[in-house]
């Protein structure tokens, strides 16, 4: 599958480009690359956010709230606790039954 890229334009103002031109050469990346890294940056925290609240309410396991995310366990485990977000009150059962579908579907993944 090939996907397309699009462009997208922004204003910035003098003293912002002038900030963005500074990173992007001491990271050594022309500024275009760095503020494309910028906005997948930030892609991922929102979707990391989003997927955090519906685990936080119980709607979601946290590894479907990573799935949803698409990043890994461990960084959506990073992100929660980072975040400081607690999860839903669960009982014993509901825990120990998390846990089998976790491992459950990490074996089907075959990591």
């Known amino acids: 599958m090939i996907t397309m890229s699009k462009t ?10 002038a900030e963005l031109e500074e990173i992007a ?3 050594k990346l022309d500024r275009s690359a760095l ?3 910028f906005v997948l940056h930030q892609l991922e925290e929102y979707k990391m956010k989003e997927s955090a609240r519906l685990y936080q309410k119980g709607i979601v396991s946290l ?3 990573a799935t949803s995310a698409e990043v890994t366990l461990y960084k959506m485990m990073e992100y929660i606790q980072r ?3 607690r999860p839903p009150t ?3 059962e509901d825990f120990k039954e998390e846990i089998a579908k976790s491992l459950k579907w990490l074996l089907n993944k075959k990591i």
């Open 63 to 65: 590894q479907e709230a």
């Open 83 to 85: 975040e400081k977000i």
């Open 90 to 92: 669960q009982s014993r």
């Open 8 to 17: 997208i334009s922004t204003r910035l103002s003098d003293k912002e480009v």
């Open 25 to 27: 050469a001491k990271e």
């Open 35 to 37: 503020v494309r890294s």
